[in-house]
């Protein structure tokens, strides 16, 4: 056996790790996505580290990638030692891979006996804020001052479904790299995606919490006319794709995957509360091709290593950032003959936002990608931003191409105008969006001159006055820079004045399709929007 090859960003959370406990930090994290390698990062830690190494995990699947992944890399010649259950690691065991579950109090005290930690390894560990969970952490010291050790959580998502922080566990995030990133570099599959309507009705589920309660959302999705919609999507976008589809309970998983198998779709269903040869059972059918779609209820989110899955089905609507990133997470992997993953986004009527996958690549939520490479759309959609900073997009479901056209006939002039300024101002004053406002006026001899008042960041006054470019004062609120700008035009007499006035004859002179005062608005626009 040979220890895998190290990408560079790999290597570059290792020496992120090192460098940050030279600096004196105990406890950090690593963030990245699925199919990122975060087991062969801590397995290659395990093999540098001179004294002896805990790796905590959660779930069977984890324990058993570790303990393979760590042998690997210490290529034989250091022991690998698994406590779970009946099995009990070896007291001279350079790296211990346990079950948190397995560290009850009356064991704990067993398994560190004799034992010289210096690294922790904590996988998925944003599960850590957990009561029973800090017990194992506490008993093993990880919060004295002078614990020697260190304390290293791995992740795809700092994001817990009760709201709490890992900064109750840990002191830094010290490296971090996001998906989109990773897909760019050619580490992870691309990703690709439709978005469905339902018809389900989620307006009346409580808005609390970070996301749904699961028995509400049940209710609300677990119904024969979105089963069979879901189903009949699968069917008909995912193709011969390996698919899993997310779903909130097990009967849901049940009804969905009857729905599918009723179309002639082979399904079946994985959750928590089958046993262990049972689940082994299911999923080795599904890696096999007996089962096209694994309808999975909260258990494929975490350690599920399956390259070969092209088609993430999101039955289960989620406002969870996280847990939407570790389920489209599983179709990430790369695998031979594998050109994407597609992303099923089934959307149902809520007033509350839903996490779709244009909203992971920081696009809308309710862009709908027909199909499209986010990628490719986040690439658009952050160009329009930079052309059209000004431009908003009404609530609904939108296309990319349907967004370009609005943004090219998005038309700055149109903006409505600071109803405070308005009610003040008899001048022409026009509005610059979210940065402010302008105005023009005959200064002297015929020269127009240009005022902007703009939100400048700072902790002081906001509002900066600059007339032709040179700052002239600062304001506390707009409607006291306007006035002040009046007031000055006032006083230099009739001419200026009448010339800041909506009915100045300059104003409407025509230069081409737009008058003189609309191309120096538009000129001021761009000058603003573009600095």
């Not at 959660?58 to 010649?77: F, I, M, N, P, Y």
């Not at 899993?244 to 849901?252: G, L, Q």
């Not at 309710?366 to 059209?388: F, N, P, S, T």
Request: net charge neutral.
């Amino acid at each position: 056996m040979t220890a895998p090859q190290l990408r560079a960003y790999q290597r570059e959370a290792i020496d992120a790790v090192i460098a940050a406990r030279r600096r004196g930090i105990r406890r950090m994290v690593v963030c990245l996505p699925t199919g990122a390698g975060k087991t062969v990062i801590f397995s290659h830690l395990a093999r540098l580290a001179t004294k002896q190494v805990l790796v905590l995990a959660h779930r069977e699947e984890l324990l058993a990638q570790a303990v393979d992944k760590l042998s690997r890399a210490l290529e034989g010649t250091r022991v690998v030692g698994l406590e779970r259950g009946t099995s009990r690691a070896p007291t001279e065991a350079k790296v211990l891979v346990a079950s948190l579950r397995s560290l009850h109090p009356d064991r704990i005290g067993s398994v560190l006996s004799g034992r010289d930690l210096g690294l922790i390894i904590y996988d998925e560990c944003h599960h850590a804020p957990a009561d029973d969970n800090l017990r194992v952490l506490r008993t093993i010291g990880a919060f004295e001052p002078d614990w020697p050790g260190t304390l290293l959580g791995f992740t795809a998502t700092t994001a817990r479904g009760d709201g709490k922080g890992l900064d109750a566990v840990f002191e830094e995030i010290v490296y971090s790299r996001t998906l989109p990133e990773l897909i760019d570099q050619g580490f992870l599959a691309p990703l690709k995606g439709f978005r469905i309507a339902t018809a389900a009705d989620l307006t009346r589920l409580a808005p609390g919490g970070n996301d749904f309660a699961d028995d509400e959302l049940a209710e609300a999705v677990d119904i024969e006319e979105r089963n069979a919609l879901v189903a009949r999507s699968i069917q008909e976008l995912a193709r011969d794709r390996r698919t899993i589809a997310f779903c909130v309970t097990v009967n849901h998983a049940r009804n969905l995957a009857r729905a599918l198998n009723h179309l002639g779709v082979p399904a079946g269903i994985v959750h928590g509360e089958m046993r262990p040869v049972d689940r082994a059972r299911a999923l080795a059918e599904f890696r096999d091709g007996r089962v096209h779609v694994l309808a999975n209820v909260a258990v494929l989110t975490e350690g599920f290593d399956d390259p070969g899955v092209s088609c993430i089905a999101m039955a289960r609507p989620t406002r969870s950032e996280g847990l939407y990133a570790q389920c489209v997470g599983r179709g990430t992997r790369l695998a031979e003959g594998k050109r994407d993953c597609l992303i099923l986004d089934f959307v149902d009527v809520s007033t509350l936002s839903l996490c779709t996958l244009p909203s992971l690549f920081g696009c809308p939520r309710d862009l709908d990608l027909r199909g499209e490479d986010a990628r490719d759309a986040a690439h658009v959609w952050d160009q329009i931003q930079i052309d059209y900073p000004e431009l908003e997009l009404e609530a609904g479901a939108l296309t990319l191409r349907e967004i370009q056209d609005r943004a090219a006939a998005f038309d700055p002039l149109t903006l409505e105008l600071h109803h405070e300024v308005r009610a003040i101002s008899e001048n022409a004053w026009f509005s610059l969006g979210r940065h402010g406002v302008g105005l023009h006026f005959v200064r002297a001899a015929s020269a127009i001159s240009t005022v902007t008042v703009l939100a400048r960041p700072t902790r002081g006054k906001r509002w900066e006055i600059a007339v032709d470019g040179e700052v002239m004062e600062r304001f506390s609120a707009l409607e006291d820079a306007v006035q002040a700008v009046d007031y000055e035009i006032e006083r230099r007499g009739r001419a200026a004045r009448a010339s800041a006035r909506d009915d100045a004859p300059w104003r409407h002179v025509r230069r081409g399709h737009v008058t003189h005062a609309q191309a120096l608005q538009l000129a001021v626009w761009n000058a603003v929007t573009r600095r």
